[in-house]
């Protein structure tokens, strides 16, 4: 059975940090690229870092770059979003995703963990 399971979210203030952690099972997630992505209410699903599955070649929306980091760790199966300097426009609700190509949906999906940016 996959799973891919989300923690770390919370409420931080502006300016503030966050770690999010993404575990999987019930596939070979060195093999696969990982990736997080996040939906507000009324808003469209935005990817925000991709990383390949040997950890190379991170990218990152233009919204976060500078101020988050995505890795992962395979020995862990888990891929991991670094997040500072965070701003209220970051709000969302965040989800890791799985795919083994480099094309196409993503083939699974976490249940997503809540960030809240607000003092």
């Known amino acids: 059975q996959v799973q891919l399971v989300e923690s770390g979210g919370g409420l931080v203030q502006p300016g503030g940090s966050l770690r999010l952690s993404c575990t999987a099972s019930?596939?070979?997630?060195?093999?696969?690229?990982m990736a997080w992505h996040r939906q507000a209410p009324g808003k469209e699903r935005e990817r925000v870092a991709v990383i390949t599955n040997t950890g190379g070649t991170p990218d990152y929306a233009d919204s976060v770059k500078g101020r988050f980091t995505i890795s992962r760790d395979n020995a862990k199966n888990t891929v991991y979003l670094q997040m500072n300097s965070l701003k209220p426009e970051d709000t969302s609700v965040y989800y890791c995703?799985?795919?083994?190509?480099?094309?196409?949906?993503?083939?699974?999906w976490g249940q997503g963990t809540q960030v809240t940016v607000s003092s």
């Open positions: 995703a799985a795919r083994l190509r480099n094309w196409g949906n993503y083939d699974y």
């Open positions: 019930g596939f070979t997630f060195r093999n696969y690229i």
